[in-house]
Every structure is written in structure tokens, then in C-alpha cells.
């Protein structure tokens, strides 16, 4: 991605005016009614180059809770309380074909640590001595990631969705009824659902991507944060696994490993380049934001951020 700062912002401000013509298309989900009280119609991008350039676009003040995304965290930590190898031993490394809480892709192991049941088991292996510790500890990655000193945990989406959280209790039983873990799966489950909770703004969320493109090294500290190993594992399942059923045909269209949640949220890593980071709350039958998706994929061209060609 070879070109100035001006060139970068008249590409983005050309690619979100493109991206209007999704405006209007795809839902909002029901299954957290929390997710039911926002505007449906808001957007705000954020790209983060390795560099430390920000551009940022439309409604960037506003908060949305990481939902999914927040299954690199709980990744990331997991990773680093265990080992890649006792990790894969419990949580496979595969996409699946079903949706996000489908109890169906649990065998010895749940398919991969970016579905529901994958990421109720990485919760399980991150250390402290009680849920607040162990929430702390991805609070604060988040925190360090994202260089975003307001997040915290949004009550209201979590109150809201521990209510209502009748499937992924069912997969936390399932999964502990199966011998993938040990503890409490009530316990397990609301790690899980907190880390759902963060709260962050759409630079927040591009500087967290940005620094797993930049190798783990945080974008303004230059400190290491996450290390490289645990990058690699990461950026390769967001490729693989980061949106659900839609993974390969998203990484065919759009070619950059990203990872979506169901508030309409997705990042996108592009390795020793930049991060991307959309918000658009209405969202496809697989659960990703139908306008990010879109405006992904004009980006991807028109920066020449593919990663395959
Ligand atoms: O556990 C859930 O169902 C939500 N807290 C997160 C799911 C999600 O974001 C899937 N995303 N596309």
C-alpha cells in the first residue's frame, strides 16, 4: 500500500460513499434484545496503519459492544496460560459449516476457538483466581491493544445477555459434560459473556487489529503486547475461521483475515500494513454486518490490501 495520506482518504471517503447502496439490507439481532436499542443505520470506519496513521470516519464517538471479537482475547490469553499444543488439544483448528452456536461442531473438541463453544473453552483455561481477576486480565489486554483508556464493560448488553443466554448455556454444559473442561460452566459462561460485553469506539477497535499486524508490538507504546507466536495463531485462524460459516467465500471476496461480531462490528488485520475496523450494526443470515462486509471489499481493492494477490 504504497500511496499518500491524501490518496488513503479520498480512496476511503470514495469507498464509504460506495458503500451505501447496502444501507438498509440485513437485521439487527433479537436473540440479545440489548442489540435491539441501537441505530441500525450507523457507521464508522477506522483504518490504523502500522505506522501510527489513523483515518477515521462517521460516527466514531459511539460505543458498541466487541461481541465475538472479543474470541481473540480470550484466544490470546489462553494461549498464553497454556500452551498452542494443550490448546489444540481441547478446541480444534477447523471452519464449520454451522453457525456460530451450533452445538453440532462439538465432538472431542469444539471445531475452532472462533465459534461460541470454541471460545466458551478458551475462556475456560484463562488464569486468576476468580471471574473478576480473570475478566480483568482481558479488560486490560483490550485496554493495552487498543489504547482505548474509556472501555469497560457495557452492564447493560451484559445483563441482557446473560439473560438470555439459554443456547451458550446449553453449549457450556455440553462442552463441560464432554470433558473439554472441568469448571463450573455457569462460571465459564459469564467470563465469556463479559468479555462479549467490552465496550469500544471504532479506533479502539482498529488500533487492537493494528497491533496484531504489527507483529504484537503496541501502534504509540512500540512495547511488545502480544507475543509473535500467538500473533501467528491468531491472524491465521481469523483467516480460516473469523466469520463464521461465510469464511472462505469472505476471504475469497475480500482477502484479509478478519474477524466479525453480532454487533455488527469487524476487524480486519493485513499483516505488516494496516488494521480496518467497521461498524454497522445490521447483519446476514451468518451473523456478519451486511454493509462492513461490503465496504471491506471495496477497500481490500482499492488500497490493494488483498493479502493473495
Ligand atoms: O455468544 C454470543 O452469541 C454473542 N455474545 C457473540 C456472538 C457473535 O458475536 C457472533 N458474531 N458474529
Do not use: H, W
Request: glycine share 10%.
Amino acid at each position: 500500500m504504497l500511496l499518500n495520506k491524501e490518496l488513503i482518504d479520498e480512496k476511503i471517503r470514495i469507498a464509504i460513499e460506495n458503500s451505501k447502496k447496502y444501507i438498509g439490507k440485513g437485521e439487527v439481532p433479537s436473540y440479545i434484545p440489548e442489540l435491539l436499542n441501537v441505530d441500525r443505520d450507523n457507521f464508522a470506519f477506522c483504518l490504523v496503519g502500522t505506522t501510527g496513521d489513523i483515518f477515521t470516519y462517521g460516527d466514531d464517538e459511539i460505543v458498541f459492544s466487541l461481541q465475538s471479537i472479543s474470541k481473540i482475547l480470550t484466544l490470546i490469553l489462553a494461549l498464553s496460560d497454556t500452551t498452542p499444543a494443550y490448546l489444540y488439544s481441547k478446541v480444534g483448528s477447523e471452519p464449520t459449516s454451522y453457525e456460530f452456536n451450533s452445538l453440532i461442531p462439538i465432538g472431542d473438541k469444539a471445531a475452532n476457538p472462533f465459534i461460541n463453544a470454541g471460545a466458551i473453552t478458551t475462556s475456560s483455561m484463562i488464569l486468576g483466581s476468580d471471574n473478576e481477576e480473570k475478566f480483568d486480565r482481558i479488560l486490560g489486554l483490550f485496554r493495552s491493544m487498543s489504547e482505548f483508556e474509556g472501555t469497560k464493560m457495557d452492564e447493560g448488553i451484559y445483563t441482557s445477555e446473560i439473560a438470555t443466554a439459554d443456547r451458550n448455556k446449553a453449549i457450556a454444559y455440553y462442552l463441560k459434560s464432554k470433558g473439554i473442561f472441568d469448571q463450573n460452566p455457569d462460571e465459564v459462561l459469564d467470563l465469556y459473556i463479559k468479555a462479549c460485553s467490552i465496550g469500544t469506539n471504532i479506533e479502539g477497535l482498529a488500533m487492537m487489529g493494528a497491533v496484531l499486524a504489527n507483529k504484537g508490538i503496541g501502534i504509540k507504546t512500540r512495547e511488545m503486547i502480544v507475543p509473535e507466536n500467538i500473533v501467528q495463531i491468531v491472524v491465521s485462524q481469523m483467516a480460516s475461521c473469523g466469520m463464521y460459516e461465510n469464511s472462505g467465500a469472505y476471504l475469497m471476496n475480500v482477502g484479509i483475515p478478519s474477524k466479525s461480531g453480532v454487533s455488527g462490528a469487524i476487524v480486519g488485520v493485513v499483516p505488516e500494513v494496516c488494521s480496518l475496523a467497521v461498524y454497522s450494526p445490521r447483519l446476514d443470515k451468518t451473523g456478519n454486518s451486511v454493509r462492513g462486509k461490503g465496504l471491506f471489499k471495496i477497500i481490500s481493492q482499492d488500497l490493494g490490501l488483498n493479502i493473495f494477490v
